[in-house]
């Protein structure tokens, strides 16, 4: 009997915390909630200008109006940052394929002397150096 008491009360005591524990989550995800709204709020005031800038900006130069110093400056700066950045690319670009070049050009020189180096050690009659004339004809 007094197992049964103890059983109901630990079962009892489990539902009660389980139940206070929902409602603390709900409450934290409640804030989360509300915090993460505030935090939207925030970027979009970063990323979005008020109505009367954004108006300004766009009567600001027509299609046909000429570019203004400023706007023409920047145009070059970007155009002569794009170029730099396509000749180092290039300039990469050649240097790996020189590299390359040069290592298989390496490979090949080193296959014909190592070949060339066991033709003499094989056709070497003794004779120092290997001149016509000291060739054994037959």
Not at 12 to 34: D, I, N, R, Y
Not at 94 to 100: A, I, K, L, P, T
Request: a negative charge; aromatic letters at 8%.
């Amino acid at each position: 009997m007094a197992w049964r008491q103890l059983l109901m009360a630990s079962c009892l005591s489990a539902a009660v915390l389980l139940t206070m524990l929902q409602e603390g989550t709900g409450a934290s995800v409640g804030t989360q909630q509300v915090a993460g709204q505030e935090a939207q709020e925030d970027v979009e005031q970063k990323i979005f200008m008020q109505e009367l800038d954004a108006s300004n900006f766009l009567k600001k130069r027509g299609k046909r109006s000429p570019k203004s110093r400023d706007e023409a400056s920047v145009e070059n700066r970007q155009k002569l940052r794009a170029d730099e950045l396509q000749r180092e690319y290039y300039e990469e670009q050649r240097n790996e394929f020189e590299n390359f070049v040069e290592e298989q050009n390496d490979e090949q020189e080193e296959r014909s002397r190592e070949a060339i180096e066991q033709w003499r050690q094989w056709h070497y009659d003794g004779l120092y150096p290997s001149y016509l004339q000291n060739r054994h004809r037959i």
